[in-house]
């Protein structure tokens, strides 16, 4: 199991771009299970309906892409100072809504690694019942092969 202190290790996100909370399961280069609790007191739930509370999609993306981008360091190495992770492409479903008290279980899998794209997917669940399910792709990438940096 990794807390939220050991999550940031592995991510470049900094508050408030980390959306998941624990990492309760995994085994390099097969499965990662990440945790994601929904507070009302999210600013993201403020706006996102005032009438009717949703967790945003957007976010859940990102967070199915943190539970990856770790899955593919522990897979293979973390990244180097120089380098950046990059999402390729994202396919995601979403079938029911998150709400604040949801406790989001992240089953992120991994299923190819070629040269240096990582190809993965998952199930995102709520008490045992799918909420989401997403496919992507992400890729290292030194930071001096992007170009000019405008940052």
Partial sequence: MLGFSEIKT???HRHPMIYIDRIVDHEPGVFLKSLLSVSGNLDAIAGHFPER???PG???MQAFAQSGIILYQMST???EDDELTLIGSVRSRFTAPVVPGD???FDVRADRLAGTTFFFSANATVDGKKVAA???TLTR???ADLGRQLW
């Fill in 103 to 105: 406790q989001v279980v």
């Fill in 53 to 55: 509370a949703v967790y």
């Fill in 77 to 79: 190495r973390r990244l």
């Fill in 141 to 143: 990438r030194n930071v």
């Fill in 10 to 12: 592995w991510l470049r």
């Fill in 58 to 60: 957007s976010h859940l």
């Fill in 134 to 136: 997403f496919r992507g």
